[in-house]
Structure formats: structure tokens, C-alpha cells
């Protein structure tokens, strides 16, 4: 079992980078986009490729590992997380190379970041949680877990608030259609990610505790309506 | 309302509990719905109860301060590193155990409430309940047909057509029967040795025990055998109480409903089977369900 150990060890590894490259994405491809720069953009979707196979072969070993040392306990919650978080993982780079590939229309576009500081605020507290995600399933500490999961409900309402506050005539700033989908299709990437890191953060907490976090008042619904049938 | 069932085991059980004989149709969708069996244990009494039992050869400690319950209807795995004491703890059950000198227990140990270290307990009548398979099957040198007959006829069952039916039941049973229906009279030592340990099962079942006790079953025979063993297990569970001790971790994580891990002759973690194996709560078992010690 310690070669089980040594591949296990040698997965969360590769993991760790798969995160750091990803945040390395969004962090170019929220860049090019405020600042205009195309060629960035292009590159963040070009490196989406490399994430996108890493991500395949990080599946197969897990199948792999399952397959030949049917494991138990830790060891089986290890490999069902990376499972998740490593789908999770590719998720955000492929909402990140999405951002990469719409540099162009809004420079095309001529949108305006700086006349939406909810939109520069909604972009840098997705860089922050995804960080801060990448960091704890490094050390997989469950109550910063449980802070991110938090943490994200405030990225939801950046982005309703943004929507809503660009929706509204007077905060267009003279920007056509185009330019309002574009934002707002922007805007729920970045609001997608965070949902993606509380994805993550719940499988941390599943990771170091065996407990399933998802979805808490439909489980606790579920197991009053057993309760009252018995 | 509750309602008392008296099922194979002669343990009363209630209509919402799994392994009684009339599940509550809820419980069935969940089942059906999930995949997964539900576990209760409130609506049952244990069958098999251990109350600070400890077991001695002579001055060594065989297994110490074991106190744990095992429920009717299921099937309880014990797990651990060699010398741990969960054969002792096994052969305890049925007090096979007395056959070796110098031996003695402190503690309780009970089957159906009983008190088995009793003096007034009449041995035969507690192995006949209490049935057991060993590790290498051990067929007598008769035929298939004597050797699930012999315990039936020292029961003093005479008559050729009740016997003729225990014969076909437990061959039924233990999923033999399609295979030998035709040669009854073959030597059992010419069967195979999966046929050969699914005849001892059936040997054991011709008592109509309550409950069955598996040393190691499968650790003798080939994958084919003992898939055949284990689904076998998982049909017989409805009827009884199976306590089955294997180094094999993937057998326990499939058949059992319940593991019990043992080592250095103490209880480390007993609980139901799905939580021992995916989120065990003592480091000890953690570590030797996945490798790292034992």
C-alpha cells in the first residue's frame, strides 16, 4: 500500500500545480481584459489545452488507483476529491480561457472597465477566493473551507448587484448591447468560478471530515420526510 | 403501531426494520432508490451480545473487554492483524474454544439473551444454533448426501422423505443444488473446493442454527468459488445471523453490514460497514484498512 501512498502523493502534486496554473489563467485573462491586450487573452486560450489534458490524465490515474487498490478511508475520500476538485479545477480554466477569447470584442467595443467599479470588485474578489481555494486544498484545512463557501456569497451578490446596476439605463455609460451582454457575460464567468471554489471547498470538507456539506436543506428535508413516514 | 414478527431467528422484530420478514414499503424505495441498504438497529435486539468479555489462554489474554452487539438478520464482519483475537472472539461464540485446555472467560457473552458460559447451557444445543464453516472445507469423507444429513439424523430425524428435504432445502439454500441434484451419492471429497465449503455451509444450515459463524470462508479458494460464497452470503442474511472473520478487506466491505476491527485482543471500532470503511473514526482502523499498519 505504500506505493498506493507514493501515487496518491505524487496526484495531490500535480493537483496543486493544475490550481496554480489556473489561477495563473484567470489571473492574465482578467488582465488582458481590463487593459485591452488581445494577445494575452489568445495565450490564456491557448494554455487551456495543456489544463484540459492534465486534467484527462489526472482522471485516469485516479481510475486507475481506484481499479488496482480498491481503497478504503482517507485513502478512498483522497481520490473521490481529487476526482472532483480536478473537474473543478478544469471548469475554471476553461470560464478563464472563455474571458481570454472575449479580449477582442471588448476592445472592439470599446468598453470602458473603469467606468464599472463593480466589475474591477467583482474581479478581484474572484482572483482572492480562487487563491485562497488553491491554497487550502494545499494544506486541505476544512474551516477555511467553510470560509470560502461563505466567501462566495458575497461574490454572488457583487454580481447581482453589477447586473442590476448595468441594467439599469443611466450606468450604461453609453455602451451598446454588445457591450452590456458582454460585461454581463463576463460577469457570470467570474461569478461561476466562485461557485466552482465552493464546489472545491465542499470536497475539502468531504476530504478531512467524511461529511457531504452540498445542499444541506435538501438532505435535512429529505431525512425529516423519512422520519415522518416511519 | 408495532408489530411483532417472529422470523427464522426467533428474534421479535418490528415491520419497519430491513431485515425482517416485512419491510416497510419506505424503506424498500429508499433501498431502491439509493442503492444502499438501510441499517437499523433500534427496531431489532441484538441477537448476540458482549458485555466486557475476556478470554484467557491460560495466562495470556486472548481477547480483552470486548463489548459489542450483533444484530439478527445481517452480517457482521470482524477485521484486524493476525493474533488480534477475532477468531478467538469467533470460536467464543459457539464455545469451540472449550476444546482447548487451560482457557477461561471473564465477562458475558450471550446468544438470544442466554448467558452461553453458563454451566446449565447444554453445549450441543448451543452448537446446533450457533453453526460454523472453517477456513479449508472440511467435508466428512461421506457423501454429499450423508454429510448434510448427519446432523438432522443425530437430532434423532429418521424418516427418509423429511431428510430428503432438508437435503434439497439446504443444497437450495446454499446454491449447490442445480450443481449436484443428480449425484447425492458422490463422495462430497470429489467436489470442487468452492462446492466443497457451499456443502459445509449447507451442512451447517441442516440444523436450522440461528446463527452462522464464518472463520475466514473464502481464504482457501479461488475468486470464482468465492464470489459464489459471498453472493451466497448476501442471500442467507435475510434468514441469518452471520458473523464472518476475514483478512480480506474488500470481502468485508462487501458482504457485511456491520465490521467490527480488532487488535492486540481489544474492540478498536465496530460500526456500520459503509462509515468504518469510508470515514473510520479511530486513527488505528484508518490505518489498517488502508495499509499503513498490520
Known amino acids: ?230 | 403501531m408495532e408489530m411483532t414478527i417472529l422470523n427464522k431467528t426467533g428474534v421479535p422484530k418490528t415491520e419497519d426494520c430491513p431485515a425482517c420478514d416485512n419491510p416497510n414499503a419506505t424503506l424498500i424505495d429508499e433501498q431502491e432508490r439509493t442503492g444502499q441498504e438501510t441499517e437499523t438497529e433500534d427496531c431489532c435486539e441484538p441477537i448476540i451480545t458482549s458485555d466486557k468479555f475476556y478470554f484467557y489462554y491460560g495466562k495470556k489474554t486472548g481477547v480483552q473487554d470486548i463489548s459489542m452487539s450483533i444484530y439478527p438478520c445481517s452480517v457482521t464482519a470482524i477485521i484486524g492483524p493476525s493474533g488480534c483475537g477475532k477468531s478467538t472472539f469467533l470460536r467464543s461464540i459457539n464455545r469451540m474454544n472449550d476444546l482447548i485446555l487451560h482457557t477461561h472467560v471473564k465477562g458475558t457473552l450471550a446468544v438470544n439473551g442466554q448467558d452461553i458460559y453458563d454451566k446449565r447451557v447444554n453445549l450441543v444445543s448451543l452448537r446446533q444454533q450457533v453453526g460454523m464453516v472453517f477456513q479449508r472445507p472440511n467435508p466428512f469423507p461421506k457423501s454429499i448426501y450423508d454429510n448434510i444429513v448427519y446432523g438432522p439424523r443425530l437430532q434423532g430425524i429418521r424418516n427418509r422423505s423429511e431428510l430428503d428435504d432438508i437435503v434439497e432445502q439446504c443444497l437450495r439454500d446454499s446454491a449447490l443444488w442445480d450443481e449436484v441434484k443428480d449425484e447425492l451419492k458422490k463422495s462430497a471429497l470429489a467436489l470442487s473446493g468452492g462446492q466443497q465449503q457451499r456443502l459445509c455451509i449447507a451442512r451447517a444450515m441442516a440444523t436450522k442454527p440461528k446463527v452462522l459463524l464464518m472463520d475466514e470462508p473464502c481464504s482457501a479458494l479461488d475468486p470464482v468459488a468465492t464470489g459464489k460464497i459471498e453472493e451466497l452470503i448476501h442471500k442467507l442474511k435475510v434468514d441469518y445471523t452471520i458473523v464472518i472473520v476475514t483478512h480480506n478487506m474488500q470481502q468485508a466491505a462487501r458482504v457485511s453490514n456491520r465490521t467490527a476491527f480488532f487488535c492486540m485482543g481489544e474492540l478498536i471500532e465496530y460500526g456500520l460497514t459503509k462509515d468504518v470503511f469510508t470515514n473510520p473514526q479511530n486513527k488505528q482502523t484508518e490505518d489498517y484498512i488502508t495499509g499503513r499498519f498490520g
Open chain 1, 1 to 230: 500500500m505504500a506505493e498506493l501512498q507514493e501515487r496518491l502523493e505524487k496526484l495531490i502534486l500535480r493537483l496543486d500545480l493544475m490550481g496554480m496554473r489556473v489561477e495563473q489563467a484567470l489571473a492574465d485573462a482578467t488582465y488582458a481584459i481590463i487593459n485591452g491586450n488581445i494577445a494575452l487573452g489568445q495565450d490564456v486560450d491557448r494554455r487551456d489545452s495543456a489544463i484540459d489534458r492534465e486534467e484527462v490524465e489526472i482522471e485516469q490515474e485516479c481510475i486507475r488507483l481506484l481499479a488496482l487498490y480498491q481503497p478504503a478511508a482517507i485513502d478512498l475520500r483522497t481520490i473521490c476529491t481529487i476526482i472532483k476538485v480536478n473537474s473543478d479545477l478544469e471548469r475554471i480554466a476553461d470560464l478563464a480561457a472563455g474571458i481570454g477569447r472575449r479580449v477582442k470584442r471588448a476592445t472592439e467595443n470599446q468598453i470602458d472597465f473603469e467606468s464599472y467599479p463593480g466589475f474591477g470588485h467583482l474581479v478581484s474578489s474572484t482572483a482572492d477566493i480562487l487563491g485562497w481555494t488553491v491554497r487550502t486544498l494545499k494544506v486541505a484545512d476544512a474551516n477555511t473551507a467553510r470560509k470560502i463557501i461563505k466567501a462566495d456569497d458575497d461574490i454572488d451578490r457583487c454580481y447581482r448587484k453589477f447586473v442590476s446596476g448595468i441594467l439599469s439605463h443611466e450606468n450604461r455609460a453609453g455602451q451598446g448591447v454588445e457591450a452590456i451582454l458582454t460585461l454581463i457575460n463576463l460577469a457570470k464567468a467570474l461569478e461561476r468560478i466562485g461557485d466552482h471554489c465552493t464546489n472545491i471547498a465542499e470536497d475539502i470538507i468531504f476530504l478531512k471530515t467524511g461529511d457531504i456539506v452540498r445542499h444541506p436543506d435538501a438532505m435535512k428535508d429529505h431525512s425529516h420526510d423519512k422520519t415522518a413516514l416511519q
